[in-house]
């Protein structure tokens, strides 16, 4: 990593508060280049808390942007942070105008140039696209990182009409624990509690409605699901990694938009910035890419950066089974047009008659973080327990490299003889040793073989052929190694049992596996830059002597047939900000199940923050629980969340909900 110090315009730091149409004002932090000189604008909109939360990361990117000539700007979305008003969707209408207002605001101040762009990653990358498809006029370039543009069938609650048990309960308490933290007075002023208290009011726990949506219905977010692409009319740069699970909105954004308009990088990263570093690389940099970018669509200067392939694309080559890689091998690959001339669907027949595919319920313990940030766990192991508990259908790699890019398809011949199952299917590269590697995988809701918008029961005892897709995927088979296809009909805790779960008979000889393949390429042209960002934030990481949790622990009880998923989402601690201000969060996912009862799944998530300003006596903590079970029909959800002031219980509320089960 290289960190910069000299930029070719020295910078001013303020925070402001923009006011929107209603008289509410969000809390804004500006990077300017001193300059006379009008100057474009690069906006990052979040519910998250630019004052502590996410400063760390915003001191790598804004100044940066702003030492090359740009006001970036970081806006904390309505409700959250220090910004006024109460807390919503900030998917929804209100959070995306909310948004286009700021952006119709940057571009009317006497140092903008009157174009903006919008950035971010994650949520923030979200949110850049559903904003982009309002179309506000100043926008005229966005970067969307590791984003999710189909807000129902992409965004880490639903895969293929499948409810996902992973990262549920975490999505609600997680997000509630987020929501319930007070404005900052040191930034808020004395009126911070008040604000608090009026937040705190208001708030609901996600799962609520997330649990129980299941349809494309119209709920007043423009550009909210796959099918608004065609309202974006501003340039996209869409960037994203394939340990991601979000990495095929990429493939989506170079398909249906006009090519003339979007470019589309995909490398072997996590859920992360790809100048960050974290495993697995290699790190590009991401900052000087994202830079031709701007000056292309915000200044008017030619970059090249549209004279780029339209995809470029990391190809992993073949590599061990790890939770960690610091590095994996592989080579960058440029693509003309998406669907690519260099890829060919080639068919697999499975073959071998009749299969009983009947797994056990804890049957992807081994799944891996459905989020990897680059953790030592994040990663699925060794796959060959879950093969063994899956059936599988090999098929050798002879005399030259297999080498796939796209989305790999399933067409399985099923029958069944309850109304409902699931279907998963892994691909996993296998090593002469028998090592197996997970390289990308796919469930399906049986009943919603139609359609996610759907849900048609089966009629037990038929037969009938199902097809879908797996995950998108850029790798390499070399010879000597076996593609393996292992197909099961569990995959906990990522899907949610049904309580007929009883599995299915697989017609193999009526079933094949479709991968993408690419003719082979040399791309010597595809190069980055070294990582570079500017110098960091300095928040410090007081030394602790307690033991470490483990960040995913798997725990058997023999006797009761049961399995337990404990997963630390973060390592805990305190960070210490040059202000004085202590952040502490904690945070426990539970998932278990007995492995012959799909009704036993049950998950759980705890939150624990506080924040503390010693100098200030400003000590404040939040609490937050949430649990979820399911019977026949319903999920059963139980949430709760402590705050305090001091040792004093400001705010106690819990809900007991039962969500129809309407999907998975």
């Known amino acids: 990593m290289n960190i910069t110090t000299a930029f070719p315009y020295e910078t001013t730091r303020e925070d402001v508060y923009i006011p929107l149409p209603d008289g ?11 300059t006379d000189e009008p100057v474009p604008a690069l906006l990052e909109y979040l519910p998250h808390r630019l004052s502590d939360w996410t400063a760390p990361r915003d001191w790598q990117r804004h100044p940066w942007y702003a030492g090359h000539g740009y006001a ?9 942070g220090n910004s006024e008003g109460l807390p919503g969707d900030a998917y929804g209408a209100q959070g995306l105008g909310d948004g286009a207002a700021v952006v119709h605001w940057l571009a009317q101040q006497e140092w903008c140039s009157g174009r903006v762009g919008m950035f971010g990653i994650s949520w923030g990358g979200s949110i850049a696209l559903r904003i982009a498809a309002l179309a506000p006029e100043p926008l005229k370039a966005i970067v969307a990182v590791c984003a999710a543009d189909d807000r129902h069938g992409d965004d880490a609650h639903v895969a293929d009409g499948s409810l996902l048990a992973v990262d549920t309960p975490a999505r609600a308490a997680t997000p509630l624990a987020f929501v319930c933290r007070p404005p900052d007075p040191a930034h808020a002023g004395d009126d911070w509690k008040q604000m608090w208290l009026e937040r705190l009011e208001s708030v609901e726990p996600r799962v609520h409605t997330r649990a129980s949506r299941r349809n494309r219905d119209a709920d007043g977010t423009p550009g909210g699901t796959a099918e608004g692409h065609g309202a974006i009319k501003a340039p996209v740069l869409a960037v994203g990694g394939w340990h991601d699970p979000y990495r095929d909105t990429v493939l989506r954004l170079v398909e249906h938009l006009d090519p003339g308009q979007v470019r589309g990088i995909i490398g072997p990263w996590s859920h992360q910035y790809p100048d960050q570093g974290l495993p697995p690389g290699p790190a590009i940099g991401f900052l000087q890419e994202t830079l031709r970018w701007w000056d292309q669509h915000l200044k008017g200067k030619e970059t090249g950066v549209m004279r780029e392939p339209l995809l470029r694309s990391w190809i992993s080559g073949p590599y061990p089974p790890a939770t960690v890689y610091e590095t994996l091998p592989g080579r960058w690959v440029g693509d003309a047009s998406w669907p690519s001339e260099n890829v060919t669907p080639v068919a697999y027949a499975l073959q071998g008659g009749e299969r009983i595919v009947a797994s056990p319920q804890q049957t992807g313990l081994d799944a891996g973080r459905f989020v990897p940030l680059g953790d030592d766990a994040d990663l699925p192991p060794d796959q060959r327990d879950e093969d063994a508990k899956s059936v599988s259908f090999e098929f050798p790699v002879a005399d030259a490299p297999i080498e796939i890019l796209g989305r790999p398809r399933v067409k399985l011949r099923i029958r069944m003889d309850v109304p409902h199952g699931q279907a998963v299917a892994r691909l996993c590269d296998v090593a002469p040793d028998g090592a197996s590697t997970l390289i990308t995988r796919g469930a399906l809701d049986l009943t919603a073989r139609h359609g996610s918008d759907r849900a048609d029961d089966w009629t037990p005892g038929e037969t009938r052929t199902v097809v879908f897709d797996l995950d998108g995927v850029g790798h390499a088979f070399t010879p000597g190694h076996r593609i393996r296809i292992a197909v099961s009909s569990a995959y906990w805790p990522w899907i949610w049992p049904r309580a007929e779960s009883a599995g299915f008979t697989l017609d193999a000889d009526g079933s094949f596996v479709e991968l993408p393949v690419r003719r082979h390429t040399e791309d010597p042209a595809i190069t980055f830059g070294e990582p570079e960002q500017s110098a960091p934030l300095g928040v410090a990481h007081p030394v602790t002597l307690e033991e470490p949790r483990p960040e995913r622990l798997v725990v058997r009880d023999v006797g009761r047939g049961e399995w337990r998923l404990e997963a630390a989402p973060c390592h805990g601690g305190t960070r210490v900000h040059p202000d004085g201000l202590e952040c502490t969060e904690e945070a426990l996912e539970t998932y278990t199940i007995q492995q012959d009862d799909p009704l036993s799944a049950r998950t759980r998530s705890d939150w624990r923050i506080r924040l503390h ?35 004093e219980i400001v705010f106690h509320r819990t809900w007991e909900k039962r969500i129809p089960r309407t999907t998975g």
């Open 24 to 34: 509410t004002r969000l809390y804004a932090r500006i990077w300017r280049p001193l």
């Open 72 to 80: 970036s700007v970081r806006v904390d979305v309505r409700g959250h």
């Open 613 to 647: 300003r010693p100098e200030a006596a400003w000590d404040v903590s939040v609490e937050s629980r949430s649990e979820i079970t399911a019977d026949e029909h319903d999920f059963i959800a139980s949430d709760e969340v402590v705050c305090k002031d001091g040792e």
